[in-house]
């Protein structure tokens, strides 16, 4: 008969001692083999016990974080196999607004609305972003499944070498390290380019036109903007963390302004109505219409793509199993309901000439809506606060490449590790690794000299990269044959199909992100997407299987850095017999 047992459990991680108590159904048990084997039983109930586990020599995949455990945050991290380095000054609010920070609303949409303007127009703008909401939110809700369970700062390529078969586990660890890393890194350079064009276009409204930027003139606001970042990045995370509650108000309080006082305004030959914001179409693009539609996915799938970024401060944040989860999924749906109201706000208010939009000198379709309907004070007005919120998304995005960073160096994955796994001791941040991300984003921005279709090529990368980096863990975890042990976030039987669309999802994106922006290119208006990504990929395969310094030779997966000595003492609050220890 099974007993009803309680359980006081004492950590010793380098000095500091965590406490909790639990409660179990236990059976007796005669014996336990090895600490692997007495973990599972501590954790099943299956005996009581006192015993020493050395956590640091045993295989990562055998670390799982029991959900029914009543450790802090420092030592459910030691059962991941690494010692807590960062301060967790980060709220459950906060955790969501540095999310909602990468995400950057308003300003990601204004960078990315000639995806749907020339595919459908107003019909795309709608449509083509409720569509796609509704399956982002498939990959928000698997991605917070396994945030909840092992919430680490190296994520994907962690959550990817615990549930992958063992026979592939290292390779594709180190893939999607490396990809996750690079689309990290991208996305810095596209937000902080897109900044730097938003800049020009104020500044072109304020000349009333007459003011053109230069590629390296953009460059140069580009690189300061780079340096702002890295300045802002190197912060101690408690002045990072009470930041959040700036950028989740002026996030918010923008895009309603935008709804709001956008219909307010607009001169009524700008109306549209209803039949028209809702169902017109006005494809200028080339493609057929249907496949055009589908062409405008790409702004909202720009848009709503941070979903590890709460997992990446996970180190920093209380209560990471349950903060995590509900970041990446508030803040995935927040921006989809939002987003949606903007883009019928839009859809009511820009008129019916797409091609006057396109080709206008402000280079902004956004802001030529506004500038239209709102006239030159009120552009500015509202187009300063889309500067400075996409100003604030590019410092979370260098935070959150920061931090993956220097998970995968402290795992030993990348060149230079030893120098860039550093954690400055006075804000104890990874300064190290905040400067290496925005001068490899530096990288990626110079390449944009070489004209657009260069820096599409780059820019997109950051997507496809990071849906390559989330179908493979996604995978891992319901075919890898690895036992599943939920947090307290759980999908429960739904997990597998949700899983299943979002990785179709992902598969279905990746395709259309290689596709040009009309049939018939040229070497200059092609999308070479697909060749920077395979690349890529050949690199990391390349460095992976090269001889005597290859990965292959050395790296082993997430290693574990702590010495935790834990001892469990089990009181049978059902039975009158005396505690053993087992040996």
């Not at 047992?5 to 500091?16: D, N």
């Not at 939110?137 to 499944?145: H, P, Y």
């Not at 937000?191 to 390296?216: E, H, L, N």
């Not at 839009?346 to 956004?366: K, W």
Request: glycine share 10%.
């Amino acid at each position: 008969m099974a007993h009803f047992r309680k359980a006081a459990c004492s950590y010793v991680v380098y000095g500091h001692r965590y406490e909790g108590k639990c409660y179990r159904s236990s059976l007796l048990a005669s014996h336990v083999a090895s600490p692997c084997q007495l973990l599972t039983a501590i954790m099943d109930g299956e005996t009581k016990f006192k015993e020493l586990v050395d956590v640091s020599s045993r295989p990562v995949e055998d670390r799982s974080v029991s959900p029914t455990t009543g450790d802090t945050d420092a030592a459910a991290l030691a059962e991941l196999g690494y010692k807590q380095e960062f301060r967790r000054s980060f709220s459950a609010i906060e955790v969501f607004g540095f999310a909602f920070g990468v995400v950057g609303l308003l300003p990601s949409m204004a960078t990315v609305l000639t995806f749907a303007i020339p595919n459908g127009g107003p019909y795309a703008l709608v449509w083509g972003w409720a569509v796609s909401t509704f399956f982002i939110m498939f990959i928000a809700l698997t991605l917070a499944e396994l945030g909840s369970a092992a919430p680490t700062s190296g994520g994907l390529y962690y959550w990817t070498f615990k549930y992958a078969p063992p026979k592939w586990r290292r390779l594709l660890s180190w893939i999607v390290g490396y990809c996750n890393t690079i689309g990290l890194i991208a996305g810095v350079a596209a937000i902080d380019w897109g900044c730097a064009v938003q800049i020009f276009a104020a500044v072109s409204i304020g000349s009333d036109m007459t003011f053109t930027p230069t590629t390296r003139q953009t460059v140069g606001v580009f690189v300061a903007l780079l340096l702002c970042h890295g300045l802002v990045a190197s912060l101690a995370t408690p002045v990072v963390a009470r930041l959040q509650w700036v950028y989740i108000s002026v996030n918010i309080l923008l895009c309603l302004a935008v709804i709001v006082s956008l219909p307010a305004a607009t001169p009524k030959e700008l109306r549209n109505p209803a039949s028209y914001a809702f169902g017109g179409v006005s494809n200028i693009s080339g493609w057929p219409d249907g496949f055009a539609f589908v062409l405008s996915f790409l702004a909202p799938l720009w848009t709503i793509a941070g979903f590890d970024a709460p997992v990446h401060i996970s180190e920093e944040a209380s209560n990471a199993r349950t903060a995590v989860p509900w970041a990446i999924i508030l803040s995935s749906a927040i921006a989809g309901v939002i987003g949606w109201g903007v883009n019928v706000a839009m859809a009511f208010c820009m008129g019916t000439d797409m091609e006057g939009i396109l080709a206008s000198p402000i280079g902004q379709p956004m802001a030529t809506i506004f500038f239209n309907s709102l006239g030159k004070r009120g552009t500015l007005a509202i187009w300063s606060m889309v500067v400075f919120t996409q100003f604030l998304m590019g410092a979370n995005a260098l935070i959150t490449s920061s931090r993956q960073m220097f998970a995968f160096a402290r795992d030993g994955g990348l060149p230079l590790s030893s120098i860039l796994y550093r954690m400055n001791p006075r804000v104890r941040t990874p300064v190290n690794c905040v400067w290496a991300s925005a001068f490899v984003a530096f990288i990626l921005g110079l390449l944009a000299l070489g004209g657009t279709a260069a820096s599409s090529a780059i820019f997109s990368l950051g997507i496809a990269a990071q849906y390559l980096a989330f179908i493979v863990p996604i995978g891992s975890r319901f075919f890898g044959g690895t036992p599943w042990i939920p947090g307290p976030f759980s999908l429960g039987r739904w997990g597998l199909p949700v899983g299943i669309v979002a990785i179709a999802w992902m598969m279905f994106s990746i395709i259309i992100f290689t596709f040009p922006a009309s049939p018939d290119p040229d070497s200059t208006s092609m999308n070479w997407m697909v060749v920077v990504l395979s690349a890529w990929l050949l690199l990391c395969l390349g460095y992976y299987y090269c001889p005597r310094y290859g990965g292959v030779h050395w790296f082993v997966g997430p290693k574990a850095n702590i010495h935790i000595t834990e001892r469990v003492v089990i009181e049978d609050t059902g039975s009158s017999r005396n505690e053993k220890e087992l040996t």
